[in-house]
């Protein structure tokens, strides 16, 4: 299986800070891989699809980079509706695979 | 617009099977993947598996053993079996409806499956 390791698990932040989370593939993935933000008793919701391309109806404030193995994901400007979980996920291989997740705190 | 609806059963004994069924609205089933992924309390998420219209699966090897995940185009619902239950199975599981090239866009509410006598 291709593991996915997010850091940092946990940020500290304020309303108006730029935030960037990584998540790093013990191989590579090319650009398979999506990003997603998730608030407490929801289901995830899709930001980021193919490392760097934003689903629509998502705000422009996030945005993804990154291939083979090493990818992150910014908010530019937080907000205080982006105070959540963010996960990543491999769909490379046949196995899909998530990272452990961050969560993003005041 | 999508939408997917988990149902089955919150409550599983240990060691039996748990079974949940999710209906798809607004989207063919026979097209795209379906998949199911799970969330233990306080956790992080783990893929299960998915199924194709065709009837192709594949599925998490951690899991292999004990899932089945079948699929009725008539009722445009597919199904999740996982058996032999422990305590390590309780978790939130949501259905979810998966892109030809592998992206998971749309996702059920999820529903929590306990695992207890």
């Known amino acids: 299986d291709i593991q996915m390791t997010q850091f940092p698990s946990t940020l500290s932040a304020s309303v108006g800070d730029r935030v960037t989370i990584t998540c790093r593939a013990s191989q590579s993935v090319s650009s398979w891989l999506a990003w997603y933000q998730q608030k407490p008793g929801k289901a995830p919701k899709l930001l980021i699809y193919k490392a760097s391309s934003l689903e629509s109806g998502v705000p422009s404030r996030f945005s993804g980079s990154g291939s083979g193995t090493e990818f992150t994901l910014t908010i530019s400007s937080l907000q205080p509706e982006d105070f959540a979980t963010y996960y990543c996920?491999?769909?490379?291989?046949?196995?899909?695979?998530f990272g452990q997740g961050t969560t993003v705190e005041i | 617009q999508v939408q997917l609806q988990e149902s089955g059963p919150g409550l599983v004994k240990p060691s039996e099977t748990l079974s949940l069924t999710c209906t798809v609205s607004?989207?063919?089933?026979?097209?795209?993947?379906w998949s199911w992924i799970r969330q233990p309390p306080g956790k992080g998420l783990e893929w299960i598996g998915y199924i194709y219209y065709s009837g192709a699966t594949n599925y998490n090897p951690s899991l292999k053993s004990r899932v089945t995940i079948s699929i009725d185009t008539s009722k445009n619902q597919f199904s999740l079996k996982l058996s032999s239950v422990t305590a390590a199975d309780t978790a939130v599981y949501y259905c979810?409806?998966?892109?030809?090239?592998?992206?998971?866009?749309?996702w059920g509410l999820g529903t929590l499956v306990t695992v207890s006598s």
């Open positions: 979810a409806r998966t892109t030809m090239v592998g992206i998971t866009d749309y």
């Open positions: 996920q491999q769909y490379d291989s046949y196995s899909r695979t």
């Open positions: 607004g989207a063919s089933i026979s097209s795209y993947y």
